[in-house]
């Protein structure tokens, strides 16, 4: 049996928490011969605190093999203590008629206080995912207070949007899921969002090609893709959950993955156009576990040259914004 690994897990009675958690624990994010141990951090509300207890007591009467402990804090430096993988989900969401934006100056001061007790306190070896909205920009302002450990370490979640493309195309086409390949998210999770079907594949195929419509993936697919998010809002009431957590356990459990292609906001370092130093979605591969490198070399025509240079502003945008947290 392996050593159990420490996950902390913020915002962890909330609506995204209560479907990934269980998820994690059953072995889905991990794999299923590696034990964890859950640091469950809430906000320091009476509330909350009551709803993480009864979300503890169903994770221990699902007698999980796998699930060595459950820590429960509203205490950060207790809760990233010897973390190995810090899940950055506690949050405000938006509600109807908002942009992920507006959340900046509410959610951002979490992610400063969060990213210094991660770099006090977290493993050596700590990988950060930042789920929180705006999440690109939270993960660069997390990332901001990190002297210990490396930025690129820091990584925020495009996959919601990898795996919506994904099921877009795939309608679309008319054809099973698992045919589409490649299908990667260039810049914010926000509805400037670049889903760059250029490079995507059905049955090995240019996506393209096969769909044989500019039109459409120009127009109603980006849209769709980059205005999902919204479209839930407004159909639920509430910003997606499931889906949510279900994207986070692809995102952590393809960068554990040596070998998996996948889209993840990084920190970047001027590739296909961004800004250094702004977070932005792009195709990686992981390399060993936890670690990866960016795909480099794939060809960008004038729409997704113009796609990009949109979704990039945003993110510059975004950052100045908060320079005077950051300093
Ligand atoms: P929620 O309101 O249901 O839950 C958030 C939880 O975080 C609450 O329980 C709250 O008490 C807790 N919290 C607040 N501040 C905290 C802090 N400082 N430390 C620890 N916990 C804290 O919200 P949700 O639906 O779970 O969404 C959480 C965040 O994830 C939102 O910002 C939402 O917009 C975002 N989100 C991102 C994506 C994505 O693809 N990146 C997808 C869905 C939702
Ligand atoms: C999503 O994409 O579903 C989330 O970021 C929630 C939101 O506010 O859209």
């Given at each position: 049996?392996?050593?159990?690994?420490?996950?902390?897990v913020?915002?962890?009675?909330?609506?995204?928490?209560y479907?990934?958690?269980?998820?994690i624990?059953?072995?889905?994010?991990f794999?299923?011969d590696?034990?964890v141990?859950?640091?469950?951090?809430?906000?320091?509300?009476?509330?909350?605190l009551?709803?993480?207890?009864?979300v503890a007591?169903?994770?221990?009467?699902?007698a999980?093999?796998?699930?060595?402990?459950?820590?429960?804090?509203?205490?950060?430096?207790?809760?990233?203590?010897?973390?190995?993988?810090?899940?950055l989900?506690?949050?405000?969401?938006?509600?109807?008629?908002?942009?992920?934006?507006?959340l900046?100056?509410?959610?951002?001061?979490?992610?400063?206080?969060?990213?210094?007790i991660?770099d006090?306190?977290a493993a050596?070896d700590?990988?950060?995912?930042?789920v929180?909205?705006?999440?690109?920009?939270?993960?660069m302002?997390?990332?901001?207070?990190?002297?210990?450990?490396?930025?690129?370490?820091?990584?925020?979640m495009?996959?919601?949007?990898?795996?919506?493309?994904?099921t877009?195309?795939a309608?679309?086409a008319?054809?099973?899921?698992?045919?589409v390949?490649?299908?990667?998210?260039?810049?914010?999770?926000?509805?400037?969002?670049f889903?760059?079907?250029?490079?995507?594949?059905i049955?090995?195929?240019?996506?393209?090609?096969?769909?044989n419509d500019?039109?459409?993936?120009?127009?109603?697919?980006c849209?769709?893709?980059?205005k999902?998010g919204?479209?839930?809002?407004?159909a639920?009431g509430l910003?997606?959950a499931a889906?949510?957590?279900?994207?986070?356990?692809?995102?952590v459990?393809?960068?554990?993955?040596?070998?998996a292609?996948?889209s993840?906001?990084?920190?970047?370092?001027?590739?296909?156009?961004?800004?250094?130093n702004?977070?932005?979605?792009?195709?990686?591969k992981?390399?060993?576990?936890g670690?990866?490198?960016?795909?480099?070399g794939?060809?960008?025509?004038?729409?997704a040259?113009?796609?990009i240079?949109a979704?990039?502003?945003?993110l510059?945008?975004?950052?100045a914004?908060?320079?005077?947290?950051i300093?």
């Amino acid at each position: 049996m392996k050593a159990p690994i420490r996950v902390a897990v913020t915002g962890a009675a909330g609506q995204i928490g209560y479907s990934l958690l269980f998820r994690i624990a059953s072995g889905a994010m991990f794999g299923p011969d590696q034990p964890v141990i859950l640091q469950l951090i809430e906000a320091p509300i009476e509330k909350a605190l009551k709803a993480l207890e009864g979300v503890a007591m169903e994770l221990d009467d699902c007698a999980f093999p796998l699930l060595k402990g459950i820590v429960q804090t509203s205490d950060a430096s207790t809760g990233f203590k010897d973390a190995n993988w810090c899940l950055l989900i506690g949050a405000k969401p938006r509600g109807p008629g908002m942009e992920r934006a507006d959340l900046l100056k509410d959610n951002g001061k979490i992610f400063i206080e969060q990213g210094r007790i991660i770099d006090a306190v977290a493993a050596d070896d700590a990988r950060v995912a930042v789920v929180g909205n705006p999440a690109n920009t939270n993960c660069m302002i997390a990332a901001s207070q990190a002297k210990r450990l490396p930025a690129e370490r820091f990584t925020a979640m495009v996959r919601l949007d990898q795996n919506r493309a994904q099921t877009q195309l795939a309608k679309k086409a008319g054809v099973d899921l698992t045919a589409v390949k490649d299908i990667f998210i260039y810049g914010n999770h926000s509805p400037t969002m670049f889903p760059a079907y250029g490079h995507a594949t059905i049955n090995g195929q240019p996506a393209a090609k096969v769909i044989n419509d500019d039109t459409w993936l120009q127009g109603p697919f980006c849209e769709t893709v980059g205005k999902r998010g919204a479209a839930i809002i407004a159909a639920r009431g509430l910003s997606s959950a499931a889906s949510a957590a279900n994207a986070l356990v692809d995102h952590v459990r393809s960068l554990v993955t040596p070998g998996a292609i996948h889209s993840v906001a990084v920190k970047s370092h001027g590739l296909y156009g961004f800004d250094a130093n702004v977070w932005a979605g792009m195709p990686v591969k992981t390399t060993t576990p936890g670690s990866y490198e960016v795909i480099t070399g794939y060809a960008m025509d004038a729409f997704a040259q113009a796609k990009i240079a949109a979704t990039n502003k945003e993110l510059v945008e975004e950052r100045a914004f908060v320079a005077d947290m950051i300093k």
